[in-house]
């Protein structure tokens, strides 16, 4: 006879994380991927093509800073994955509503690409750039706040590094409403505001290192 009332498994303690994260890493791999197929010289450069390729400095420009800004992303999804004992429908659903701004960030690279230096192109561009970022950014504090919230986060994790953690995260969406304003006026002042917060997100610092299941941590400075 089969049981009317089945176990419900690890579903009454909570989900559990390999299949988020390997889909997380998936969608984060490819949208750096893709960000270098908008990177190319038109049919007519052959005669040109030094200068054609040193024209295309908008697109490398905007390359590294959404490959360091996706990356620094990355680093602190890993950092939320590697802390959390378990997770919950709610967590899995605003992780993919992540995916879908990290997945959409070729997009705005693009047109911050195609319009950087044409003035007021340039300035909505260089915005809606900035709002991308900064809701990514945001989006990945929420998953933070929302582990910490609803105690998904390992009991033995040291206070020192969930401050260390949330004062991470916290710092880009601090930043960049700050560098999106000043862009309205000076578009290149948001440019370098862009880039320094990408940075930021992934220059390691003493006390930081993530602690891998397998018991290994980061390399410290």
Known sequence: MTDENPPSGPLRHGLRTGRLEA???GVFAIAITLLVLDIAVPA?????????VADLWPSYLGYVISVS?????WLGHVAITEYLERTDVGFVRLNLLLLLVIAFLPFPTKLF???????SPERVAVTIYGLSLLLASTLLLALWR???RNRLVRPDTADTRIQFLTKR???GVAGYPVVIIAGLFIPVIAVIGYLVIALYSIIPFRGG???????RRLPQP
Not at 113 to 119: E, P, T, V
Not at 209 to 215: D, L, T
């Open 23 to 25: 889909f997380s890493d």
């Open 44 to 52: 007519s450069a052959e005669a040109h093509l030094l200068r054609s």
């Open 69 to 73: 800004t996706i990356g620094g992303l």
């Open 146 to 148: 929302y582990a910490l």
């Open 169 to 171: 995260l916290t710092a």
């Open 113 to 119: 690409a195609d319009y950087i230096g044409r003035n």
């Open 209 to 215: 290192s993530i602690p891998w299941r397998s018991g």
